[in-house]
Every structure is written in C-alpha cells, then in structure tokens.
C-alpha cells in the first residue's frame, strides 16, 4: 500500500538523519581536539578516527534503517574515544553519551591491576596512565564481559577482528578478570552480570545447545556464537547489534592492517594464532 511505502520512506530518512547527526558530531570533535602528545590520547584519538572512517563507509553503503542504525552505532563509539582523549588531555569530557547495555553489564576497572601472562606483563586501569594507553569503553566482546577502561594492550581486538577468542586473548582475560568472585578484582558489579550471563551461555551451548560450541579447548565460546547478548546493548546506543565484525572498522581498516604490531602483539605473541 501506498501508506505503507511512505512509512518506510520516512523510517528511513530519520534512521539516515540519526546516523548523521553523530557522524558530524564526531567528525567535528575529531577536526577541533588538538593532536594528544602522550600515548594514551594519541591512541584514543586514533581509535575515534577509525569508528569516523567507518561510520562514513557505514553511512555510504546504508540501505535499511538497520543499516543506518549501525553507522550511529559505530560514531558513538568514535565519540566515546574523544571523551577518553579529553580525559587524557586533563579536559572537561563533555556531555554524557548514550548508555549501552553491554556497557552496563560489563562494568568498568575500579583499580589498578596488573598480572603476567607467558612472561609478558599487562595492566588495566581506571585511570589514562604511559603504561596502559588502550582505552576500550566497555561491552560485550564475543561474549565476554570486557570493562571499561585503559589497558596496556588491546588484547581483546583478536576477537573484534577474528570474530573469536584466541587461546592468548582468553588467558589475558582470564588473568585480569579472575578475582571478580571474591570481590577483589577491582571491577564494579555490572562486571558480575556479564561473567554471569556468559557463564550461562556457556553451560547452555556445552549442554547441548548449538551443538556445544566452547571452541578448542572449551575456550569460552571460541565461535562467538552468544546471539544477541554479545552485541553492544540492544537499545541501540553505541551499538544496538554490536557487530564488530559486521561493522567494518575502516571498511577493511582493519586496525592498521588487521595485526596489532606484525599480526602477533609483539612479534611471535600470535594472540591464538590470528
């Protein structure tokens, strides 16, 4: 019915506008922000670059509301870099974003922790610090809870990317975030929600679900398959589905090439392989 096009055709045009005006806003904060001297706004503002290059590519190939959705999805995140950046730079962060489920459920670094991991050190931090310049602002991660926070290596980007956890990644995780039963991990309690409801997924897909799926070696769900609760918060704000994969980070940007450092943090880290 005629009704029924136009009603399309106008969901469309505000998905459109919607997506839009993030992506400017994003855009504007990236053009006005000076160029951050220490690393950890160096990085942030490298990592909201990144979610404006690929909201544009988003917004140029967007088609459906949904699609549009994600490109909103994907400025938001940018934006939640910038405030990081203003963080760092000792600058007001501005107004307060959307809220995201994911974000909730998984918490944020309430203190410093750092922990060893085949000979190699790393720190997650509530605060912007030389040693932990990765921010990540907190969501569901194929499944994993990952905190707000800044980190010294982005170690949870093998997923992003890949799709799954390696094996490296995983004891990373596991390492960090292991105290959260006895209260001293240093996370808040929205960190607890996301372990649990993991876990819960965990033993649904290890009893029978989707033909058991744990990956290799019973690694937390290697194949990412936890549906909608692994996406960035089903309301929409920074990322209603998630899809990092989905997403394209820079359309094939791929984080500078898809390999964190030679493709192994490090050389020969090789993050479980990818």
């Given at each position: ?16 506008e ?36 690929a ?34 730079m ?36 509530p605060q ?82 989707d ?64």
């Open positions: 019915m005629w009704w029924s096009r136009r009603r399309k055709a106008r969901e469309l045009a505000d998905a459109r919607e997506a839009l005006r993030w992506y400017e806003r994003l855009g504007g904060q990236i053009a006005n922000l000076p160029p951050g001297i220490d690393p950890a706004t160096k990085q942030a503002l490298v990592d909201a670059s990144e979610r404006y290059n909201a544009g590519g988003q917004m140029d190939r967007a088609e459906t509301p949904k699609q549009f959705e994600l490109a909103r999805e994907t400025a938001l995140e940018g934006l939640a870099y910038i405030r990081a950046a203003r963080t760092a000792g600058l007001d962060p501005g107004p307060e974003l959307p809220p995201l489920a994911g974000q909730r459920a998984a918490g944020r670094i309430t203190r410093e922790r750092e922990v060893e991991v085949q000979g190699r050190q790393y720190k997650a931090s912007p610090a030389a040693d932990a310049p990765y921010y990540y602002p907190g969501g569901m991660v194929q499944g994993r809870p990952v905190p707000t926070g800044w980190y010294s290596e982005p170690w949870w980007k093998t997923a992003l990317v890949a799709g799954a956890w390696g094996v490296g990644s995983l004891l990373v995780f596991d390492a960090l975030f292991g105290g959260f039963h006895d209260g001293g991990g240093g996370y808040d309690a929205g960190f607890q929600d996301g372990v649990e409801h993991a876990e819960a997924h965990d033993g649904a897909d290890a009893s029978g679900g033909g058991g799926d744990q990956g290799a070696s019973g690694d937390y769900g290697a194949s990412g398959d936890y549906g909608a609760s692994g996406d960035y918060g089903a309301s929409g704000d920074y990322g209603a589905s998630g899809d990092y994969g989905a997403a394209d980070y820079g359309g094939g940007g791929d984080y500078g090439g898809g390999d964190f450092g030679g493709g192994d943090f490090g050389g020969g880290g090789d993050f479980g392989g990818f």
